[in-house]
């Protein structure tokens, strides 16, 4: 694989790993922002996160890559993920975990 800033071999016998900037200067992080973490699916938890049915609790996830607070709910069936922002007054819904 090559891209404009570093190249990866696909054979696994030349690997190596990503000089140090790859995960320290900013620009990469915020690359890594849009192209993985906005585009694909990520695990917060399963079921057992929240202990019981119809529970809340608000999460940040991985402090700085999504750049909005959310809020994990649980019914007795599955979780689901919301924005825990009120998009008329942009204030945070949900402050602590509750039932």
Known sequence: V???DFYIDPDIRKAHTLPS???TEQKYFDTLKHH???NSWQWLGGKEYLSSSYTQTPHTFLPGCIDEPLLIVRNQE???CLSNVCTHRAKI???SPSS
């Open 2 to 4: 090559m891209n404009k």
């Open 21 to 23: 900037v790859a995960y």
């Open 36 to 38: 993985l973490f906005s």
């Open 78 to 80: 599955h979780l689901s």
């Open 93 to 95: 819904l949900i402050e």
